[in-house]
């Protein structure tokens, strides 16, 4: 699935269930997915699921080609407003006449799948069509003994589970179409236009007044490219994303919209190979978002908006046989902010079997329009939310130096990561009843990424491990701690098989996935409010295995059993991981 994809592209990721909104979401060294721009086909796509995410369930893994990643605030080209780092989803395109493919996947909890797509390429002409459905019930969680304990300032416990607790997971009736078209004019003048519509129908039965939620998100994704020679290119595209939420009433009554994101973004881009060694990439882009949301003032219907005009430049530099180095400045001049430039610099070294590397980029986060504008009742829980117009962006200073030795059958790869982010936004409580968006001072994060493998050609065998170790701390001022909600370990490790037998190609993954407890400090804790706690941490257990079969294996047949020991924990207070969970899936390709 898109999680286990994404916990190999990004060691250190944290994915859970949020609550409220009951939609996934993530951590990404210690920092929320707010803090990591997700792109698909190189488009900033807009939208809000869960507590500043992307709505993940918009993303259909069936029409994935490949993921590419850039950690940390490193991408000129993508924005420093990810400070986390930047992942681009790169989606399928037919590359034959006639392509289809077809899947099926069923799960408890009656969940289920059905995918399908069709497409062609012809000498100028190239068309994909894709189609999902998925489908699956509500159910409950129940926690085990001792897993959560919630403090307050010295230490006395408030709150713990010595009883079992248990917590829902909505279900979801979510399909999705996408459409991605191509036309080459000449051999120079290339056109492309994708377009999807994806709607999600959570299912809450816990809900006592019968409202239910719908999702539902229109992009628009228009791209020209004109090759000017064999070493020089220009592209203009234009990405707009208009994603809502919707109150659905059991008496038949019209749906209101409670929620609408609507982004566009115009970007010209220039790429050309100077000589041999100079690569230069540069462009512009204006971005546009305009919010109504819940969040704000429901009865006022308010809508808010921003532009931010952008100009990057970035030249990749050879400097030998061996060495390379990638220099640009990313300029943003926002329509309430104004100018910031952030400045990134890399270096590559191989020798052999071996590379070294190293970078530092600084990161830059403006306020989202909720932090800014929020006034928001969270209801059952007695206090509000406020947003603050007076906050001030994020930034950061990142640094990352690292190493990767890969032979025919070892790869070993250490890296270690250092962040330091100033006027840092969180909600904090200054009343009982009462939040607001506050820049509450400095975030410190620090730690060491770790992945191998051993390719056992042999057997087909392959042992791997993908290991993180950080700390974060954050500095109020008055208070520092390293009590920050962030674990001091995430690990996945295990062994992969891949063989042959009687002409079916045959393959596994049995592996564990481990996270450390951790522990968050209220820096605003008084005696009759303290939201301090504690989460003791896990290691789940799961294997996957399939087969593939017919003259070109074109036919597979997969099975996945996950948290086999069906242990249960959080990784956040709100909502328990899921249980013991079995999937099996059906794929034909033509």
Known sequence: ????????????????????????????QGAAGGYVLFLIDGERIGGEGANGNIDFDRIDIDNIARIEVVKGAMSTLYGAQAMGGVVNIITKNADRPLTA??????????????AASVGTKLSRFSSLTSVSYRKRDPYTVQDEEGQITETNKDGVIIRDTADKKTSQVLGYDAWSVCERLGYSFTDNLKAELAGSYYRNNLQDPYESEGVQNRNETFS???????????????????????????????????????????TNNVRLNYSGKLNEKHILTAGLEVYTQRMKHYWFDKEANLEYKFQNYVLYLQEEWKIAEQFSLVAGVRTDCHSDYGFHASPKISMLY??????????????????????????YQMGGFGFMI?????????????????????????MLDAAMFYSKAKNYIQALSISPSLSRYENVGE??????????????????????????????????????TYKTATPAVIARYGIRWNGEANGLGLHADAYARTISKTEYQDPSATARSDSSYRLGGATTFNLTGGVTFGDQKQYGLDAGFYNIFDKAYREQTAIYEPGRYLAIKLNAKF
């Open 220 to 262: 628009l994704n228009p791209k020209l490219t004109y090759i000017l020679n064999a070493n020089h290119a220009l592209t203009l595209s234009y990405m707009l994303d208009d994603y809502s939420k919707h109150e659905i009433y059991a008496d038949d009554a019209p749906d209101r919209k409670t929620m609408e994101d609507f």
């Open 101 to 114: 493919d077809v899947t099926a996947r069923w799960g408890n909890k009656n969940e289920m799948k059905y």
């Open 386 to 410: 406020y947003g603050n117009p007076d906050l001030k962006p994020e930034t950061s200073n990142n640094f990352e130096v690292g190493a990767r030795w890969q032979s025919n059958s070892i």
């Open 350 to 375: 191989r020798l052999g079997d071996f590379a070294l590397r190293g970078g530092y980029g600084m990161g830059f986060r403006l306020p989202t329009l909720k932090e800014l504008y929020a006034s």
């Open 1 to 28: 699935d898109f999680q286990s994809l994404l916990e190999f592209a990004l060691p250190g990721l944290q994915f859970g269930v949020a609550h409220g909104s009951n939609l996934p979401e993530l951590k990404f």
């Open 443 to 480: 975030a410190t994060t620090y730690g060491l990424e770790l992945t191998g493998s051993y390719d056992i050609k042999s057997i087909g065998l392959e042992p791997y491990v993908n290991l993180t170790l950080m700390r974060r701390q954050f500095d109020y001022g008055d208070v520092e």
